[in-house]
Nanobody, 122 residues
Framework: QVQLVDTGGGLVQAGGSLRLSCAASGGTFSNYAMGWFRQAPGKEREFVAR????????SYSDSVKGRFSISRDNAKNTVYLQMNSLKPEDTALYYC???????????????WGQGTQVTVSS
């Protein structure tokens, strides 16, 4: 069983930056692909970014490509999401997830953090 704790959210002005962290425990971290997803009020949960267990491959949704960067430190059992040039439409509850597959489909991730709120003001 893997436990995930998301931190780093907050209130930021448009154009600003935030770095989210997700600390994992309870499993062999490098065995898991990691993903970041987000959900805004009244909307479905959507894929943001993913990274393989080794960290050698990453991919992003079109809406964040070029602005967000996902990385991981397997020695610290932590995955990060660096968010730059934030826009009001990035406002959402952000979740990290761990799973056996390098996927952009949230239903393939069995383990989830509790979420951290990101609010971008205009």
């Amino acid at each position: 069983q893997v436990q995930l704790v998301d931190t780093g959210g907050g209130l930021v002005q448009a154009g600003g930056s935030l770095r989210l962290s997700c600390a994992a425990s309870g499993g062999t971290f490098s065995n898991y692909a990691m993903g970041w997803f987000r959900q805004a009020p009244g909307k479905e949960r959507e894929f943001v970014a993913r990274i393989t267990g080794s960290g050698g491959h990453t991919s992003y949704s079109d809406s964040v490509k070029g602005r967000f960067s996902i990385s991981r430190d397997n020695a610290k059992n932590t995955v990060y999401l660096q968010m730059n040039s934030l826009k009001p439409e990035d406002t959402a509850l952000y979740y990290c997830a761990a799973g056996p597959y390098y996927s952009s489909t949230y239903s393939l991730y069995p383990y989830w953090g509790q979420g951290t709120q990101v609010t971008v003001s205009s």
